[in-house]
């Protein structure tokens, strides 16, 4: 039986490998509103690689709600990560734009 795409994220959030990590972002993204997607937050702030913020961002603005707006404003007070945040923002909408 597979594992709900939000299980899988939880789970793959905390993975070392940074591409496995921002699967985990894309994966979590649709389920912001989940009491337990603080991972996401996790993953917008991640400081080990620059694309699992990015990817985080980017998936997080192909979502719409409140919930994605308050992570992505939270993850822009962060000095560190605010740029890749802008970043994966710029890439959700390039792509909608193709």
């Not at 961002?57 to 707006?69: G, P």
Request: hydrophobic share 50%.
């Amino acid at each position: 039986m597979p594992q709900h795409p939000f299980r899988t994220g939880l789970r793959l959030a905390a993975c070392p490998e940074w591409s496995t990590r921002a699967r985990a972002a894309e994966a979590l993204a649709s389920h912001a509103a989940d009491p337990h997607a603080a991972a996401l937050h996790t993953l917008l702030l991640d400081g080990e690689d620059t694309a699992v913020p990015r990817t985080a961002a980017a998936a997080l603005c192909r979502e719409v709600s409140i919930e994605l707006l308050r992570l992505v404003a939270a993850a822009l007070a962060d000095e560190k990560a605010c740029d890749w945040v802008f970043t994966g923002k710029y890439d959700a909408l390039a792509r909608q734009r193709w």
